[in-house]
């Protein structure tokens, strides 16, 4: 990777923090780590159990040469990618609600149900009620916020197990779908803003001009912590472990954008090209997510709970509290992708999310490295998880592979991750004291 | 030693009934800054009872809880965590997936605004890890599902360290570690000591307690049979006393001794 001068400018950089700190008798603490060190805790961690997103970028590069070999043409074509992008935006967004979930150990079956009523909520005050989409939107939230608040209710003070709470919630929520939609309707989307979700593309300079904003505000901030960590003789990675996260990051933002950016039109009278409205929308909740559980305390919480309840407990969180939050905000995030996935649909129908959205949606979590034992996974896993579970959908439609065997193999999937997961779990508590 | 001192914590005469149970008759103790005060009795003499009402996990019936010299109350565990009195239990209350500052600093993050202070509270960390001179473990960013019991019990005795605490109580902290380990925590347990903290160590260990205390305290079924110097005791004596309640002129009256049973 990128290692031109970092090293020795950095051991230099080093040296005035560790000696004059009054700590130095705390002489077998690290710092600061070499890159080899670096490379050798990941290898220690990896060996322990603890894969993080490792199996999801390997089964995603897999995926992506086997679909590649067998449909050349079509699978790495703009179109397709884009198209498989915006396939990946709703199971991304229900799978990061889920992280919260997940991260305590519980389990919500009913978040895809949930985002199809609160989807189902948003289409009858558009079409029936007239309403402005911002009110249809917050209103589906705040279905969203709502369901949430009760799961979680009956789970944190009730103490009923969450899949038999979200179990009762997943045949419930279709009944009020049901009758909010009638039986055999659907509800068509026809909202200008609504639809623009999944179906429009940003002007390219606008892609372009975020694109490059995301990569700067990264690199800055990246760099900003690594400087002022370096300062306070803090324990940090070293600069070119920084460096190379970077140009990982801005090869990916720069790369996508550039991709989505082309004219992807199969006529070539007009243009079609840009990054979809819905991609800067995940992009904020990620954002958001990822700040919430790695800067907060709340975030710090939910972690601690998800490890150890009981020392939590000790420590004098409300577990109550943090319990019942986390199915909130898992809800509400049903109810954004119900959004996204109608706007990609046109239409909210009665069945909405009781198929096998939900299943994608966890598998993409666990996919994407959050354990279902609790304590372990981030945002991120659910959009690294969501790609897979798109590409697989995907690239079996363009097979024209049968729906029997889309299900077979999703379902496989899904059990492939638990199993490493449950594997990992084994070797961690093995090699873990 | 430092008997002349006031104590930082003194208990006078506490009673404490579970229903018709009356578990402790009387009990005298005092924590001086300094020393490490065992508390040693069999199983059901009254160990963990006592602890709990220091911890204001039980109330008392009678009796007084002295701190530094003033009468207080201690009625929930926040009570006592503003006296300045912090509790290591045998299990351990940690979050393995958290890494060591995580874990110390958990339940009272800083923040700055709404963003945890991290710099701050790893400097923390580490300047109390040096004050107790721990050498065992690597960094305080590494996650506690990688240490040893001993290193764990580490950062537990070094979290109760961490809020400027005057007493800790220590339930069998070597309880559950190999030899080299339990050498790390009682090396541990004299350098809370010498940094003038006020120690209670609970044992069933014999070896642990001539070790590092230097007071030992033996509740028998419920009563203070001995508060000695270690200096002043034999190893057999102390069993005995732990075992009969009596040891020579040492311990309780025959009479109160038998009384018990």
């Known amino acids: 990777m990128s290692t031109e001068t970092p090293q020795p400018a950095e051991s230099v950089a080093d040296t005035p923090p560790a000696s004059d700190s009054a700590d130095s008798a705390f002489s077998a603490d690290t710092r600061v780590r070499t890159v080899s060190t670096a490379f050798h805790d990941y290898g220690v961690r990896l060996r322990s159990g603890d894969l993080g997103s490792l199996p999801a970028l390997f089964g995603l590069a897999v995926l992506v040469i086997l679909f590649y070999g067998l449909r050349p043409g079509t699978f790495l074509s703009t179109l397709n990618l884009a198209n498989l992008l915006t396939q990946a935006m709703p199971v991304s967004i229900l799978a990061m609600g889920l992280v919260f979930v997940l991260l305590l150990g519980e389990i919500d079956l009913s978040a895809g149900v949930a985002s199809g009523s609160s989807a189902a909520v948003m289409a009858k005050l558009l079409i029936d009620g007239g309403m402005n989409w911002t009110v249809a939107v917050l209103a589906a939230m705040v279905t969203g916020l709502a369901i949430g608040a009760v799961i979680g209710a009956l789970v944190a003070i009730v103490r009923i197990p969450s899949f038999v709470v979200t179990l009762a919630f997943f045949l419930g929520l279709q009944g009020i779908a049901l009758k909010l939609i009638g039986e055999g309707g659907t509800v068509p989307v026809h909202d200008n803003v609504i639809n623009a979700l999944a179906n429009e593309n940003m002007p390219v300079w606008l892609g372009w001009t975020l694109a490059v904003v995301c990569v700067v505000a990264f690199a800055a901030f990246q760099l900003f912590r690594q400087q002022r960590q370096a300062a306070k003789g803090l324990s940090r990675n070293p600069m070119a472990l920084v460096l190379a996260r970077i140009v990982v990051v801005a090869i990916i933002v720069i790369g996508a954008t550039a991709v989505l950016s082309q004219n992807r039109a199969r006529v070539s009278t007009i243009f079609l090209g840009g990054v979809p409205w819905g991609v800067p929308l995940v992009a904020v909740l990620f954002i958001v997510c990822t700040f919430v559980l790695q800067r907060t305390t709340y975030g710090r919480h939910v972690y601690a709970v998800g490890g150890n309840a009981e020392a939590a407990r000790r420590a004098g969180i409300s577990v109550v509290g943090i319990r019942m939050s986390v199915f909130m905000i898992g809800s509400m995030l049903a109810a954004i992708s119900g959004i996204v996935l109608a706007s990609r649909l046109g239409s909210v129908t009665p069945d909405a999310g009781a198929g096998n959205t939900l299943l994608y949606a966890v598998g993409a979590a666990v996919i994407g490295g959050t354990s279902l034992f609790g304590g372990k996974g981030k945002a991120r896993d659910a959009i690294i998880g969501g790609l897979v579970i798109a590409t697989i959908d995907n690239g079996l439609g363009l097979l024209g592979a049968k729906a029997y065997l889309n299900y077979l193999i999703t379902g496989g999937f899904l059990l492939l991750a638990a199993s490493i997961d449950a594997l990992a779990r084994r070797r961690r508590s093995a090699t873990g004291r | ?261």
């Not at chain 2, 229903?19 to 924590?31: E, M, N, S």
């Open chain 2, 1 to 261: 030693m430092s008997q002349n001192e006031t104590p930082t914590l003194e208990l006078v005469g506490i009673n404490k009934s579970f229903g018709a149970v009356h578990v402790l008759h009387d009990v005298d103790l005092a924590v001086h800054p300094g020393q490490v005060t065992a508390l040693v009795g069999d199983n059901g003499a009254g160990k963990s009872t006592l602890i709990k009402c220091i911890a204001g996990i039980h109330p008392v019936d009678s009796g007084a809880i002295m701190f530094e010299g003033r009468q207080v109350h201690i009625s929930s565990p926040k009570d006592a965590a503003s006296h300045g009195i912090e509790i290591v239990y045998q299990d351990l209350s940690l979050a393995d997936n958290l890494d060591i500052t995580q874990n110390m600093f958990l339940g009272r993050e800083r923040t700055k605004g709404i963003i945890l202070d991290e710099a701050s509270m790893e400097q923390a960390a580490r300047e109390t890890l040096t004050k107790l001179s721990v050498r065992t473990v690597k960094s305080v960013r590494q996650q506690v599902a990688s240490l040893s019991g001993g290193q764990r019990q580490t950062v537990a005795i070094a979290k109760a360290v961490l809020w400027e605490s005057k007493v800790v109580i220590l339930d069998e902290p070597t309880a559950a570690l190999g030899v080299a380990q339990t050498r790390q925590v009682l090396d541990l347990v004299r350098r809370l000591a010498e940094t003038g903290h006020g120690v209670i160590l609970i044992s069933h260990n014999m070896n642990d307690v001539f070790e590092v205390a230097d007071r030992i305290t033996t509740l028998y079924l419920g009563r203070v049979a001995a508060d000695v110097a270690r200096s002043d005791v034999t190893y057999s004596q102390v069993v005995e006393l732990i075992t009969t309640g009596r040891s020579g002129d040492l311990g309780l009256a025959p009479a109160t001794a038998a009384e018990s049973i």
